[in-house]
């Protein structure tokens, strides 16, 4: 895999105006949404980056094209290049916050870091932030955080539905038994440690960690230990970029098997597995919507933009575990102005404090699902005042050599374990930062 060395590119890139496409901030029109698109096609995770921000890019352009906007309301948007850099994630935020007619829709930062650095912000701005499958798992409680959303699962969800199938492979019972959680070591990585210790000690198995520093090359003494001495039932990994094609390596090299390593829905595409080769084959990592073109969203996409000759990029990437995860994270943002419209009038575009109430109303059933494309893409979720995460399914998925496919149907967390967990760490936080938590009792 090549990585490009980590760049201060800045490149805020206004595309030509029309139906597939967005208008400099200068032509936007008051019957237009913008959306800031912050990505990284550069540094060192540009590769893994680079076909999200397709999907999402893409996804709008088919949204445009196939249904002329959302009710009539043209999608606009513009890119703005953030290396994974935490500070030109903020400078990105602030440069594209007031950009088109009522400001920006919604954020979605693509980065634990940026997340953290702009939760506060985009609060005080009163823009909504989309983290779908990252930053704080705690946000998920929306009395504490009424403009950060996480839907559709958190790395807590995600660790307790990875244990849960670890513990479902060995009848049932872990106790007795070895797992190794090996982490990029951030906040990223530290965050589903409260989950991962306080199962290990509900079930009894035996927990080994391993932080990995940036960027996650130098696993070699790591895994010599974890194949050679501690030899775990299992295998973790909260890995992104160079480490997981690494890990996945050095794990065959000790003999670890493949079909006993389990890695994050940022461990699980065709980036992580394509690079070790073989050596992939029978690896597991979890995810929360489908991979592969047979969706008809995906098909869609292809109809309506690519082969129209309008598609983001080199178009190589439609498809892909990360593409089609840009095209989820639209989605739920074109759903959210679609319900907003709803409660505040269709043909409009929405304010963030506007399309804020619509992620809140969101309630994406299998009926709204199969009208966007979705069916069998992804599961249902609901969200509410107090529940900004709405559903916190996890699934697994394994790589053959060629392809992913399924290994373990959708899989509910504990989810009045992981709630209290919520609440505890976002009660914590609002007295910190001196927040009164909203009532959201006689909310929905």
Same mark, same amino acid.
């Given at each position: 895999m090549r990585f490009a060395k980590l760049g201060l590119v800045f490149a805020a890139a206004a595309v030509a105006a029309g139906a597939l496409s967005a208008p400099t901030p200068v032509l936007a029109q008051a019957q237009e949404q913008f959306i800031p698109a912050l990505v990284y096609r550069t540094g060192p995770f540009g590769p893994n980056g680079t076909p999200f921000a397709d999907g999402f890019v893409d996804y709008f352009k088919m949204i445009n094209a196939r249904d002329g906007g959302v009710n009539g309301v043209k999608l606009t948007w513009e890119e703005c290049e953030t290396a994974y850099n935490t500070d030109r994630g903020v400078e990105c935020y602030e440069r594209l916050k007031g950009r088109g007619p009522l400001g920006a829709t919604a954020i979605v930062p693509l980065s634990t870091g940026i997340t953290y650095a702009l939760i506060e912000r985009t609060a005080a701005d009163k823009i909504p932030l989309l983290t779908s499958g990252y930053g704080r798992s705690d946000s998920s409680d929306g009395r504490a955080f009424p403009w950060t959303f996480t839907l559709p699962a958190t790395y807590f969800s995600q660790m307790d539905a990875i244990v849960s199938f670890i513990k479902s492979k060995e009848g049932g019972n872990l106790r007795g038994k070895?797992?190794?959680?090996?982490? %990029?070591? $951030?906040?990223?990585?530290?965050?589903?440690?409260?989950?991962? @210790?306080?199962?290990?000690?509900?079930?009894?198995? /035996?927990?080994?960690?391993?932080?990995?520093?940036?960027?996650?090359?130098?696993?070699?003494?790591?895994?010599?230990?974890?194949?050679?001495?501690?030899?775990?039932?299992?295998?973790?990994?909260?890995?992104?970029?160079?480490?997981?094609?690494?890990?996945? @390596?050095?794990?065959?090299?000790?003999?670890?098997?493949?079909?006993?390593?389990?890695?994050?829905?940022?461990?699980?595409?065709?980036?992580?597995?394509?690079?070790?080769?073989?050596?992939?084959?029978?690896?597991?990592?979890?995810?929360? %919507?489908?991979?592969?073109?047979?969706?008809?969203?995906?098909?869609?996409?292809?109809? %309506?933009? *690519?082969?129209?000759?309008?598609?983001?990029?080199?178009?190589? *990437?439609?498809?892909?575990?990360?593409?089609?995860?840009?095209?989820?994270?639209?989605?739920?943002i074109v759903e959210a102005v679609r319900t907003a419209? /709803?409660? *505040?009038?269709?043909?409009?575009?929405? $304010?963030?404090? @506007?399309?804020?109430?619509?992620?809140?109303?969101?309630?994406?059933?299998?009926?709204?699902?199969?009208?966007?494309?979705?069916?069998?893409?992804?599961?249902?979720?609901?969200?509410?005042?107090?529940? *900004?995460?709405?559903?916190?399914?996890?699934?697994? @998925?394994?790589?053959?050599?060629?392809?992913?496919?399924?290994?373990?149907?959708?899989?509910?967390?504990?989810?009045?374990?992981?709630?209290?967990?919520? /609440?505890? $760490?976002?009660?914590?936080?609002?007295? /910190?930062?001196?927040?009164?938590?909203?009532?959201?009792?006689?909310?929905?």
């Open positions: 070895k797992i190794s959680y090996i982490y %990029h070591d $951030s906040a990223f990585g530290k965050e589903p440690l409260p989950v991962i @210790q306080r199962l290990a000690k509900e079930y009894g198995f /035996e927990l080994s960690e391993f932080p990995v520093p940036n960027p996650g090359v130098e696993q070699k003494a790591i895994w010599l230990r974890i194949g050679r001495q501690i030899r775990p039932n299992y295998a973790i990994m909260w890995g992104w970029g160079i480490m997981n094609p690494t890990a996945i @390596q050095e794990a065959a090299a000790v003999g670890f098997p493949r079909d006993k390593f389990i890695g994050v829905w940022w461990a699980g595409s065709e980036q992580d597995v394509t690079p070790p080769g073989d050596l992939a084959k029978g690896y597991l990592a979890a995810n929360f %919507h489908g991979s592969g073109k047979d969706y008809k969203v995906i098909r869609d996409i292809e109809n %309506h933009v *690519h082969k129209a000759g309008q598609a983001t990029g080199d178009g190589k *990437h439609i498809g892909t575990v990360l593409y089609n995860r840009g095209a989820v994270n639209a989605a739920m419209q /709803e409660k *505040h009038g269709k043909g409009k575009a929405m $304010s963030g404090a @506007q399309v804020r109430d619509g992620f809140e109303a969101l309630n994406l059933d299998t009926t709204r699902l199969a009208a966007m494309g979705f069916e069998g893409f992804m599961p249902p979720l609901k969200l509410s005042c107090g529940d *900004h995460e709405g559903g916190g399914i996890v699934r697994i @998925q394994q790589w053959d050599g060629k392809k992913w496919n399924w290994a373990s149907d959708w899989i509910e967390p504990n989810r009045k374990m992981i709630r209290e967990m919520y /609440e505890a $760490s976002a009660g914590q936080y609002a007295r /910190e930062k001196n927040i009164t938590m909203r009532n959201c009792a006689n909310q929905s």
